[in-house]
């Protein structure tokens, strides 16, 4: 975030930008929920992009440390980390209900062990966002005070608008771009439509580096525009926004800039982290270009991670691990975003030091946590190397066994050239099929395709074109009247529809022609990946919606 104080560039709007031009209708998801839920992947409590059973240990840590109930009344929420004192850098909602509960860690152990995930947050859904202010905007409505909206910039020039009725002292918005190449602009504009903030995030996959964090009028409405930087690019993109009050949480650091309260050396004056169930962070400052500050802790057997991250990004850091010999066992450089790492540790006493790389003097938070090593992925069918698989499509393809529509089949991919062939015979119409490493390492992923009984290749079909088969069927079954359908319309206008949030599924959608014999082959592919995954297939019919 960036403090209201701090002077900005601001882009004036092009008229022309915001002309009331209209677009073809979209599918767009405008949700609200909670502000303490990961908006990327409600399951990833700790940001880092896994779900991991580090993101179980957190909810669990605080229930015990007896944080219950309204989050609000115990930390404010991740989207304000550089301007609460309070803040948890934890997203520790994933259900999405602005509590703490056991719930919550249920659902990511679901998941981790191959269950399902059925506490999903409600959410509202639109079909189409206005390319102006005013009128055409989608209004977001704020639970807790909060929205976020997934949604996509799906033709050239176009720009989405939303309108907020704000009935707080402060607005905080971030912005996720998933995929919008040259990366994307997000603009608020008073209720005169003149643009009183923005920020950009220029990388895919990256959050935004600073966002905007700035009092507002309580009881006037603003204007948010998400655009592309590239009139030409397209994408998807996620929008985070959060109103709140500024006696809600405490703001500040450990200390003013310039007092180095902080020892500069390792050793028994060092700053004591004081972890709170095995997670610490501290937000202070590098008080002039050749401070540095040493905390220290004790720890047991197991893992550690650690970060830092500064309010400016032009600061770049630096963060070392030492031990208590005072031996660097860890040191990294970090870029505009921070940095990050993890270890094993062994029982003992450590020291982590901050230091500036371009001689900043600034505001920084470092976050340290702990937790013990326990056996999380699931166990395979064989040792790596043992290859128990058959390579070739053909009756020594190893069966699939299902339950409820559902198998999975946890294996390794040996070696580069090694193929595993698992087969099937269909009993349903459609058939989800994907593979993902069991580390959670996603950016290696193993390939996997379906053959049918004489070794062709099952084309893929999309999400759409399976759902259009369900709909196709409902219309079949019903065989509505105009009239009939007239009165649906009316309804579903006065009801919008509810979906459920979930992440994307790693695999594709094929169909199936029931009693058919099938062939799952899982490789190495182009990412050359080799190890332990975990194939699943969900199978089922057609009409499974209509009820």
Known sequence: MVNSKKAKRIRKPSRQRYLRTFEALEERIVLSASPWQNPVNALDVNRDSYVTPLDVLIPINELNDGTTGELRDDYA???LQNMAEDYTAAYLDPNGDGMLS???ALAIINVLNGGFYESLPEAEMADQHGDAPGDMATHLDMDYGYAFVESSLNTSHDVDA??????????????????????MLVELLNYEEEVIASFDVGDMDEWSESGIDIPVEDGSIYYVMVSAEDPESIGEYVLDVYQYDDDW???????????DIHADEIGEDATELVFEWEYATVTSHIDDGDDIDVFKLAVTDGQMTFSVYPEDASSLMRITVSDANAETIAMLQ???YGAWGEIAVDEGEYFISLSSLSGNADQYTVDVSHYEEFSWMPEADAELGDDIHADEIGESATELEFEWGFATRISNVDRVEDVDIFRFTATSDIAMVGAYASDWEFDSMPEV??????GEEVPLTSYDDAMDV???KIDEELDLSEENELLIDEFMQEYEPEI????AFPGEVYELIEGDDYFVSVAAGVQEFTGQYTLDVTTFDDDIFWW
């Open 102 to 104: 056991p719930v919550d």
């Open 249 to 259: 949480y405490e703001f500040g650091t450990d200390s003013e800039l310039g007092e």
């Open 162 to 183: 939303y309108e907020i009725s704000v009935e707080d002292g402060r607005l905080a918005i971030e912005a996720y771009n998933y995929e919008i190449a040259g990366g």
């Open 334 to 336: 970090g870029d505009e």
């Open 77 to 79: 929420p991740p989207i």
């Open 470 to 472: 369900v709909l196709e």
């Open 500 to 503: 459920a949030v979930c992440w």
């Open 449 to 454: 395709n379906l053959f049918d009984a004489n």
